[in-house]
């Protein structure tokens, strides 16, 4: 229906005739003049009727519009400093597509400020915001330049079920749903999945993947449906080689928002590309750092939020953004933890901003170990039959990660979580 968006009219094709759509934005009417602003994916642009000159018919009809109304316009360029961008469109012929009904539920020209209930019941609206839609765009670019990197790697992508027999990462976070007669479960992770691909020789895999996590939480961190990298790799020696995977995938992600150049002076923010490598801390190491901050974490417990919070905040006076935390206690994480001596473990975090955004490790390949480790946690071996055959019969090292997606744009952006999800799953949200 278009020959062009309104961002590629400039003052060099003056007295072109091109073909917009979009929808009105505003509708300004001093009598003789008419102005109308149209707005589409890329931008707005200025339509200037006057009496006299413009067809009679295309008069009435602007005086016919209402606001968010989509429209299709033809018309001519015209040179004019003082219209924004300098140019302006002469309409020939505009045409109704949709008529929007008044009074619009939500404002899209931001006059008026609306609440956070009442922008997602209205997303369909809000997102027509520039600034909000900008969130979008760095988010389908961060997650086009990971899946990149790690085609890159030579990872392949899979896919793995979403309705599944058994609670993926163990305890009760889990939605049960009604599976014909049977009980089942949504998927909290691809994790009982991708770990038995790496016996299937296929041995470097990832997936852009839902989880979901019935979780209690009610904060601007947690969802009840999270989208993130899930990844998993075999022939490894130990947690560093999945580390380095991550270190680089986490950084083409930041450095691509970074180049999101026109999304982010919509939104006022610049985002810095931390440096190759991230720094690793030993967990002890961040218990000391806390205590020295006069906060207090039991050996063996994992970081609350504020203590996540507070080693942000230390780290960012050390000039540091994004950081690892590695050699966890083996008893604070899920049963497919690849203990390293007694006490400590494999797995890592990484923080980023005071908030995790990923955790991961080298995991338990030994069949006798896991079904040890899965007894321990008092996790039933019946529902884990299918998992554990896969150990039996050939089962390499292997350990993976799993990025979170809105956890990323939301510590890249600085905002809740809510505002990088386009329709947020929460204990409250269950439409749109
Ligand atoms: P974990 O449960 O730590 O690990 O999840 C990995 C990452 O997913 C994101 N995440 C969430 N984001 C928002 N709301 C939530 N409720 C939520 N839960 C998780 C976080 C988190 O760091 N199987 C392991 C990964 C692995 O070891 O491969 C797992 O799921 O960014």
């Known amino acids: 229906m278009r020959t ?185 992770s691809p994790q009982l999945y991708k770990q038995m691909m790496m016996s299937t020789g296929l041995d470097r895999v990832f997936e852009i993947a839902t989880y979901f996590r019935a979780e209690e939480h009610d904060t601007r961190r947690h969802l009840n449906e999270v989208s993130a990298f899930d990844l998993e790799m075999a022939f490894i020696r130990d947690e560093e080689d999945v580390m380095n995977v991550l270190e680089g995938l986490v950084l083409a992600m930041i450095k691509e928002a970074s180049l999101c150049e026109r999304e982010l002076s919509v939104l006022k923010q610049e985002i810095e590309v931390p440096k190759k490598p991230i720094k690793r801390l030993n967990y002890e190491h961040v218990l000391e750092l806390l205590a020295r901050e006069g906060k207090e ?3 063996g417990e994992d970081l609350d939020t504020e203590s996540e919070k507070l080693l942000g905040e230390i780290m960012r006076d050390q000039g540091e953004d994004i950081y690892f935390i590695k050699g966890y206690p083996t008893d604070a994480k899920p049963f497919y933890t690849m203990p390293k001596d007694e006490k400590h473990s494999r797995a890592f975090d990484l923080g980023y901003k005071g908030v995790e955004i990923s955790s991961g490790g080298q995991r338990i390949h030994d069949y006798n170990l896991l079904a040890e480790r899965l007894e321990f946690h008092n996790i039933e071996r019946e529902n884990f039959t299918f998992y554990l055959k896969s150990f039996r019969y050939g089962m390499p090292p292997h350990g993976g990660f799993g990025l979170g997606i809105d956890r990323l744009m939301m510590q890249l952006l600085g905002v809740s979580i809510r505002e990088v999800v386009l329709f947020p799953r929460d204990r409250h949200r269950l439409t749109p």
């Open 297 to 299: 974490i039991p050996w």
């Open 4 to 188: 062009h968006y309104s961002i590629k009219i400039n003052q060099g094709m003056d007295g072109e005739e091109v073909k917009l759509a979009g929808w009105v934005h505003e509708i300004r009417d001093l009598g003789n003049l008419k102005f109308l602003v149209l707005r589409d994916r890329e931008g707005f642009i200025q339509i200037t009727a006057k009496k006299g000159e413009t067809d009679e018919k295309v008069l009435r009809l602007i005086d016919s519009l209402s606001k968010e109304s989509v429209i299709e316009v033809k018309g001519r360029v015209k040179k004019n400093e003082k219209a924004p961008r300098g140019i302006e469109i002469f309409p020939v012929e505009i045409h109704i597509l949709s008529k929007a009904d008044s009074p619009l539920p939500l404002d899209v020209t931001q006059k008026v400020d609306a609440d956070m209930d009442t922008r997602l019941n209205n997303r369909f609206m809000d997102v027509r915001k520039p600034h909000i839609s900008a969130i979008f765009r760095i988010r389908s670019r961060i997650i086009k330049a990971g899946r990149e990197f790690l085609l890159g790697e030579n990872f392949i992508e899979i896919t793995s079920p979403k309705i599944i027999a058994s609670a993926s990462e163990g305890g009760t976070d889990v939605f049960p749903i009604s599976y014909f007669n049977r009980e089942a479960f949504l998927a909290q």
